[in-house]
């Protein structure tokens, strides 16, 4: 059998992307290492060329996002958790706003006890633009 080299080689490799990718990442994971092996190369070094390392990468990000994974390898959350998750931190943040809202009265509070004058001292919030 003869070494791959040049068009051959990104025609083979494209091929061997496309069956790893319908084979799923379950069964057959993208990376160079099993590239290698499949394609009976001796060297890495040829699959890390800059247009080959893209062919890989993008069938790698293609094969993942078909398994559900991201980059991370970490499982992507489903629409029903994600918004349990985004619900929690909408609770969470209208507690700190509100503690927010009392420490603010409670300042107000003792200012007019002391016989400051409110209405002076919060012009620059009231007159804070959006």
Request: no cysteine; net charge positive; glycine share 6%.
């Amino acid at each position: 059998m003869k070494k791959l080299r040049g068009k051959e080689l990104d025609k083979r490799l494209e091929l061997e992307l496309q069956k790893m990718i319908e084979l799923g990442h379950k069964l057959s994971p993208i990376s160079r290492s099993t590239l290698q092996r499949r394609l009976n190369l001796s060297s890495r070094g040829t699959l890390a060329l800059k247009h080959r390392a893209k062919m890989i990468e993008n069938a790698k990000q293609i094969q993942l996002e078909k398994a559900g994974i991201t980059k991370k390898g970490e499982k992507r959350k489903t629409l029903k958790e994600q918004n349990e998750i985004l619900k929690q931190e909408i609770i969470e943040l209208k507690k700190e706003r509100d503690l927010l809202i009392e420490k603010i009265a409670m300042i107000i509070n003792g200012a007019q006890a002391r016989g400051y004058d409110i209405e002076e001292i919060m012009l620059p919030i009231i007159n804070f633009p959006e």
